[in-house]
Structures are given as structure tokens and as C-alpha cells.
């Protein structure tokens, strides 16, 4: 069965500092894994996805990833954070290309000036 | 401009109403789903649609209908029968085909009980 944890509900960081929001998944198959961005009583956006081609994925805003297959890990950095980037944040992962999407349940970023 | 719409943005049911979301999308995907959002939970998924005339119940089914006549459009039915039903709805779809195709949502209906 797939599964995705994310490891913390609520991060704060000021303005400029790094983001880092974690993400485990568990998956017997190779997984597809995307990170999604929501402000609030908005849709859901794509940040950024993984494939299985390059390990360290760039998403946009300044967003990226890295896939660690050892340590089933997909976690999702910014090396300065603006004001804009307070949202929530969900990690996602699919089995193949028809697979059902199992959600994280999301991380709420908040952004300090 | 292609995307997913879906309406209206805000709705209020009374008790023992039915009541039905829409969502629309152009841009040809064979898969359609309706998500339920609420705080702290994620998303969890009613349920989803590969093909036009055939759907399946995804982990919250119960209280709820779809209907999948027409590839663009996949309504979803709030029955009486769904005991808790004001919460965050997303509509959301994507190609069948090719690795690594992510899901497009709309912009959510906010469901209120009054």
C-alpha cells in the first residue's frame, strides 16, 4: 500500500530564512511524487514533480525537491522564503500513471517578516 | 484558457437537502475526482472517474453521487444521506496516460450546513 507522512503540521520561518518541509512515502512501486501549493479557500498548484529522471527536482517560486530512494524521502526546500510563500502545503504521491493520488495531510507554512 | 471550473464557489444546504456541485474542465482528460477537504485532514478522495459512463467510490463515498455522461463534466450529488457534510470540495483531473501526470484542480466549492 502507498502511504505519504508529513513529518511536521505547522512551520514557521522569517522572511529570507530557509524552508525546509519533509515528506515520507511509502510505495512497493516506483512512485511518481509531486508537491502541491494551496492559499487558503484556493485551488490546489503544482510546485514541482519527480518522474524518475533527475533526483533533484526545480519547481517554481524558487522551489525544489530531492527523491531519496534509501531514505524514502521528498523533501521540499527554498533557500529564502518571502511573504508570498505562506500557504499550505501537500505532498503527493502515484503509483504508475493511472494510480489513484494519496495525499499528505499538508503542512501549513507561515512566514514571519 | 484551459482548466478545470467549478461552481458555484460558495453553497448552502439545509438539513435533509440534496444539493449538487458542478464541475467542467477542457482540457481532454479522461480522469475526473472529487476531493473533500477539511482542516488537518488533507484531502480525501469521494470519488473518481477513468472513462466516460464508469466511476469508481473512492475512501468516502457514503452521502454521495457522480454521474460521468460527458468527458468535460463530472457532478457531484450531496445527498441527505451524508451526515456531515459542510466541508472544502475539490474537482480535480488528469491524463490516464504517461508517467508522472499530475492532477489539475479547480478553485473548490465551500459547502456550509444551515
Known amino acids: 500500500a502507498q502511504s505519504v507522512t508529513q513529518l511536521d503540521s505547522h512551520v514557521s520561518v522569517s522572511e529570507g530564512t530557509p524552508v525546509l518541509l519533509r515528506c515520507n512515502y511509502s510505495?512497493?512501486?516506483?512512485?511518481?511524487l509531486f508537491w502541491y501549493v494551496q492559499h487558503p479557500n484556493k485551488g490546489l498548484q503544482l510546485l514541482l514533480k519527480y518522474t524518475s529522471a533527475a533526483t533533484l527536482v526545480k519547481g517554481i517560486n524558487g522551489f525544489e525537491a530531492e527523491f531519496k530512494k534509501s531514505e524514502t524521502s521528498f523533501h521540499l526546500t527554498k533557500p529564502s522564503a518571502h511573504m508570498s510563500d505562506a500557504a499550505e502545503y501537500f505532498c503527493v504521491v502515484r503509483r504508475g500513471s493511472q494510480g489513484n493520488l494519496i495525499f499528505g495531510k499538508g503542512t501549513k507554512l507561515s512566514v514571519k517578516p | 484558457d484551459g482548466g478545470i471550473t467549478q461552481s458555484p464557489k460558495y453553497l448552502f444546504r439545509k438539513e435533509g437537502q440534496n444539493v449538487t456541485l458542478s464541475c467542467e474542465q477542457n482540457l481532454n482528460h479522461d480522469a475526473m475526482y472529487w476531493y473533500r477537504q477539511d482542516p488537518g485532514q488533507g484531502l480525501r478522495l469521494i470519488y473518481y472517474s477513468q472513462i466516460v459512463n464508469d466511476f469508481q467510490k473512492g475512501d468516502i463515498a457514503e452521502g454521495y453521487s457522480v454521474s460521468r455522461e460527458k468527458k468535460e463534466s463530472f457532478p457531484l450529488t450531496v445527498t441527505s444521506a451524508q451526515k456531515n457534510p459542510t466541508a472544502f470540495y475539490l474537482c480535480a483531473s488528469s491524463p490516464t496516460q504517461g508517467m508522472g501526470t499530475e492532477a489539475f484542480f479547480g478553485q473548490g466549492t465551500r459547502l456550509t450546513v444551515v
Open positions: 510505495s512497493s512501486y516506483s512512485p511518481s
